[in-house]
């Protein structure tokens, strides 16, 4: 049972900006930890995309970008582009449960 | 570059036992916490267990707690993960990670060794 809650799906036309929430609570990213987001393409493993709230590793376009705000953070894609068509977790830790939590994960779908 | 080649995975009963191995490269394996992570079909991801550079911490989430053990050997370069009391609901993917642990994120993930508990 995911502790972090996302839209099951969000969709939109190539070029057009999406965002996805993350909600979680005081246990998890209202207590201060950050949030990182991870992208899975179809049949394949998740890759990090934003780690530390705000941050892209290398490689990742600056298309995407996260931000945290009291118990939520959120995922924006601008100039959505067919190949970001995939699956995206948030995940936090969470000090009630000593452990990591991921999202339900998100859908992307571009039209 | 860095690298994470699960194996081990299969079929097996309820009830019974199974371990799953990684092998890592790329990167100083005894510098790192390493985590498992699984996958069910068509589902989420959902963080397994994690373990300490020297081996003396582990963590696992509640659900596996008493029927699985995470173990390493650094002179191997190689994770482990015992499975044992095997359930249905353990049927997924687990995916081997190197963990960061300071920062409370997986940074490289490997491609997966699929686990199906069915009688």
């Known amino acids: 049972q995911s502790v972090l809650t996302q839209p099951p799906s969000v969709s939109g036309a190539p070029g057009q900006r999406v965002t996805i929430s993350c909600t979680g609570s005081?246990?998890?990213?209202?207590?201060?930890?950050?949030v990182h987001w991870y992208q899975q393409l179809p049949g394949t493993a998740p890759k990090v995309l934003i780690y530390?709230?705000?941050n892209r590793p290398s490689g990742v376009p600056d298309r995407f970008s996260g931000s945290k705000s009291g118990t939520s953070a959120s995922l924006a894609i601008t100039g959505l582009q067919a190949e970001d068509e995939a699956d995206y977790y948030c995940?936090?830790?969470?000090?009630?449960?000593?452990?990591?939590?991921f999202g339900t994960g998100t859908k992307v779908t571009v039209l | 570059e860095v690298q994470l080649v699960e194996s081990g995975g299969g079929l097996v009963q309820p009830g019974g036992s199974l371990r799953v191995s990684c092998v890592v490269s790329?990167?100083?394996?005894?510098?790192?916490?390493m985590s498992w992570v699984r996958q069910a079909p068509g589902k989420g991801l959902e963080w397994v267990a994690n373990?300490?550079?020297?081996?003396?911490?582990?963590y696992y989430v509640d659900s596996v707690k008493g029927r699985f053990i995470i173990s390493r050997d650094n002179a191997e370069n190689s994770l482990y993960l015992q499975m044992n009391s095997l359930r249905a609901e353990d049927t997924a993917m687990y995916f081997c990670?190197?963990?960061?642990?300071?920062?409370?994120?997986?940074?490289?993930w490997g491609q997966g060794t699929l686990v199906t508990v069915s009688s």
């Open positions: 530390g709230n705000i």
């Open positions: 373990i300490k550079q020297d081996g003396s911490e582990q």
């Open positions: 995940q936090s830790y969470d000090s009630s449960l000593s452990g990591y939590v």
């Open positions: 990670a190197r963990d960061r642990a300071w920062e409370y994120y997986v940074d490289y």
């Open positions: 005081s246990s998890n990213i209202g207590a201060g930890y950050d």
């Open positions: 790329g990167f100083r394996f005894s510098n790192y916490w």
